[in-house]
């Protein structure tokens, strides 16, 4: 969970993984961390150049994260704000003691947000403004997900003893994402199967960095894993 975390968290980095394309161009050429308002939660610039005659495409964009983990002892936690969602007036838990989860909301900012976290956000001087909504929901897998299923299939008998405890310590990690890129110009389905194709990809990207992470292969995010500690 940590290395998928802080390939997330690492906003300066995107730039670093996130992949770039020449036919038809699509690349990363700035993501800038604009403030931290937590320890997950950060908003962030990103501009990507797009083939000509399209101009540059901007995204202001807001992560939010709160979670509702329960350690081994049945204690919980604060979100990023310092607020305790998870247990009614009378310390109650509000779902009984249910399974802990980490939600991460992303959502694009433009003027109308003018003034939020302090931030003066301006119309986008070169280029278009995007918009952007989505999240990220972590938590165990449940035994009888199809993904859990597959996984302990593919164990063999002679191993099965070995992969218990992995497939207990299974996540499941659920992302949804909308994007409304402004080009009016181009047909509806061609957005739709370019931003699949590319989602795809960068889903891709995002878990083998996320593996590279955990195995210590990514000194950049190692370094600054080791400095928020």
């Not at 194709?197 to 960068?202: E, F, K, N, S, V």
Request: hydrophobic share 35%; net charge negative; charged share 30%.
């Amino acid at each position: 969970l940590i290395p998928i975390l802080a390939v997330l968290n690492e906003s300066e980095l995107y730039k670093t993984w996130i992949p770039q394309y020449t036919v038809p161009r699509l690349e990363v050429v700035k993501s800038e961390k604009l403030c931290q308002s937590g320890r997950v939660s950060q908003t962030i610039l990103v501009e990507t150049e797009v083939p000509w005659p399209i101009a540059k495409r901007e995204l202001i964009l807001k992560a939010v994260a709160c979670d509702d983990i329960i350690d081994s002892e049945g204690n919980d936690y604060d979100n990023d704000d310092g607020i305790n969602n998870n247990r009614d007036s009378n310390g109650r838990r509000k779902d009984d003691g249910g399974a802990s989860r980490i939600l991460v909301r992303i959502q694009s900012l433009d003027c109308e947000d003018n003034g939020e976290d302090g931030l003066e956000i301006l119309p986008a001087k070169n280029g278009v403004r995007i918009k952007v909504d989505g999240g990220f929901v972590f938590e165990k897998c449940p035994a009888d997900h199809p993904m859990a299923k597959k996984k302990k299939s593919s164990s063999s008998d002679d191993h099965h003893h070995h992969h218990h405890d992995a497939d207990d310590n299974l996540i499941l990690l659920t992302f949804t994402f909308s994007v409304d890129p402004k080009l009016p110009i181009l047909p509806q389905s061609v957005l739709n199967f370019f931003l699949r194709t590319a989602m795809r990809q960068i889903w891709g990207m995002f878990l083998h960095v996320a593996e590279e992470v955990g195995d210590g292969k990514r000194p950049a995010h190692s370094d600054a894993i080791a400095r928020k500690r």
